[in-house]
């Protein structure tokens, strides 16, 4: 039997949403313990075609004392129920209170395309795969309490499933709008975690142009296309790498008010915890310091 006292995960208000793997394994621990160190209360990784995202934060977790590491997201068709499940108490026993589990079904040209996997209809699948999580077996050492799980959720039914099944939803590539009805559908007491992609970048054509670059994938995946209709932009705004009023719907670029009142948006609306994602105004991959440092909580 565990000996570790209980601790609930605390998930805080602002955390940060990171691409690392433009980063070696020193300077990603370098860069989470600065957020850490200026109040962020959260680090959301994402996987793809990169690092095992629970291998990277295992190291992570031992590299810092507070912060909360998440998964923006996990996919499901990478490992199996039971593996995903191991995956769970692992880390729930590793880093107790310090691990949220951030599942997804992904795309299908990710998951067909790349894995060579079947895409089965996204609800009924995570429907099923948290079914088997919940009945795996697990004989390892238990953790004193289960890391909570949130689903990678943009439109009505899997914002439900996500309010009855998990702890919350974790919303990608969303407006203040759709925030408001999410939270409408998912009711007052889940997880609401919003992404929010932010650029220190005041001259709005240098601006727009690194906001179609980091859009410019979105664009081609039709759960995210299909999103944006839902939250009330049109076809003629996928066109010729984005609009204008895409681009501005998802990156709050502009000063640091410009940034603060977006994510302020988002909590006026009810997120319970946003996920600031803060482009690199030369274009790269990195994540932007200063603009993470200009919102930074314990400034």
């Known amino acids: 039997m565990s000996t570790q006292p209980s601790q609930p995960t605390k998930i805080g ?79 729930s026993e590793i880093a107790p209170g310090r691990f949220v589990l ?13 894995r060579g996997h079947d895409y089965g209809r996204p609800v009924s699948t995570m429907r ?64 609401l975690c919003p992404h929010q992609k932010v650029l220190l970048e005041t001259d709005p054509s240098r601006a727009r142009e690194i906001g179609r670059k980091s859009l410019a994938v979105h664009l081609t995946l039709p759960n995210y296309r299909s999103s944006w209709l839902q939250q ?17 719907g998802m990156v709050a670029w502009g000063d640091e008010k410009a940034m603060a009142d977006r994510v302020q948006a988002h909590r006026d609306a009810g997120a319970t915890h946003v996920c600031i994602d803060p482009l690199d105004p030369s274009g790269g991959t990195t994540p932007d310091r200063r603009a993470l440092e200009a919102l930074a909580p314990g400034r």
């Not at 951030?102 to 790349?114: A, D, K, R």
Request: overall charge negative; charged content about 20%.
């Open 102 to 114: 951030g599942l997804g079904v992904s795309h299908e040209v990710m998951v067909s395309g790349l």
């Open 128 to 191: 099923e795969y948290l079914e088997a999580m919940g009945k795996a077996p697990y004989a390892g050492f238990p953790a004193a309490e289960e890391a909570p799980i949130v689903l990678a959720a943009l439109r009505e039914k899997m914002l439900g499933l996500a309010a009855e099944r998990t702890r919350g939803a974790h919303p990608f590539a969303v407006t203040p709008e759709h925030t408001r009805r999410a939270r409408e559908i998912m009711g007052p007491d889940a997880w």
């Open 13 to 91: 208000e602002l955390g940060v949403w990171a691409w690392l793997d433009s980063l070696s394994s020193p300077d990603a621990a370098e860069f989470a313990h600065t957020i850490e160190s200026w109040g962020y209360s959260a680090l959301w990784i994402p996987e793809a075609v990169g690092r095992d995202p629970f291998t990277f934060l295992g190291y992570l977790a031992s590299q810092t004392e507070r912060l909360v590491l998440a998964t923006g997201i996990a996919n499901i068709y990478a490992r199996d129920a039971m593996a995903m499940n191991a995956v769970r108490q692992t880390l």
């Open 232 to 248: 009330g932009f049109d076809e003629s705004d996928f066109q010729d790498g984005g609009s204008d009023r895409l681009v501005d």
